[in-house]
């Protein structure tokens, strides 16, 4: 994904593992998101996990993927001046349960989505 320009739009579809239903992960997911400027949605999955679905400027997406990974925004935020640098969210803003792993997926985004859900 790196060589894909930082306002380039895409759509991020992810996977994330751990303990992340019952305990406010995807309200802190659509928070995240939507202090990202992100469309899209964060739904359980019957299995336990939470599929997110966000739509927006690759830098964008680039931050909420660091976020659901480790609760740190990456090195696409320093670079363009927004809050990050591998530091914290903004207070008040601790990423709930216990995330084990979070396999993604890149792709064109399609402009379907406005706002961001908890499904």
Do not use: I, Y
Not at 36 to 58: C, I, M, P, T, Y
Request: aromatic fraction near 6%; hydrophobic fraction near 45%; proline fraction near 3%.
């Amino acid at each position: 994904m790196s060589t894909v320009p930082e306002m380039t739009a895409v759509r991020l579809t992810a996977w994330v593992e751990g303990r992340v239903q019952g305990v406010g992960f995807r309200w802190w997911v659509r928070s995240r998101a939507l202090e990202l400027g992100l469309a899209g949605f964060a739904e359980n999955l019957a299995d336990g996990r939470v599929k997110v679905v966000a739509e927006g400027a690759s830098g964008r997406c680039q931050d909420l993927l660091a976020l659901l990974a480790d609760g740190t925004v990456g090195a696409a935020a320093a670079r363009d001046g927004r809050d990050g640098g591998g530091l914290v969210w903004p207070s008040g803003s601790h990423r709930p349960g216990r995330v084990t792993r979070v396999a993604h997926r890149w792709a064109d985004a399609t402009g379907d989505m406005s706002g961001f859900l908890e499904r």
